[in-house]
């Protein structure tokens, strides 16, 4: 059995099928999203919330990478208490494009 963390601010998305696939043969699953992802059977679904939004003044070349290091840090707290409550994921399936997977090599370094 293979633990998979799945993250995606809108889980399930296009990842629906593969987590479904996962579950199916066994493997136990768990997922980070923003407040837009949705549980499905087996994989529970932990949400974080950025505490704010982009400054009003940052150099506009910076406003992308600030807002995606807002969604990194608030997706690293719900790793690092998933990680505190036990779990240690094998394998991470991500959505690189919102900046969500930015810290958890750091937080779980033995997955792939």
Known sequence: MTNILFVHNNFPAQFGFIAKAAVAQGHRCAAIASSTGRAMPG??????????????????????AEADLIRARAAAEVAIRLRDQ?????LIVRHPGWGETIYLKEIFPRAR
């Open 43 to 64: 994989v529970p679904v932990e949400k974080w919330t950025a505490g704010r939004s982009s400054s009003r003044e940052i150099l506009r070349d910076a406003i992308r």
């Open 86 to 90: 036990g779990l240690e994921p094998d």
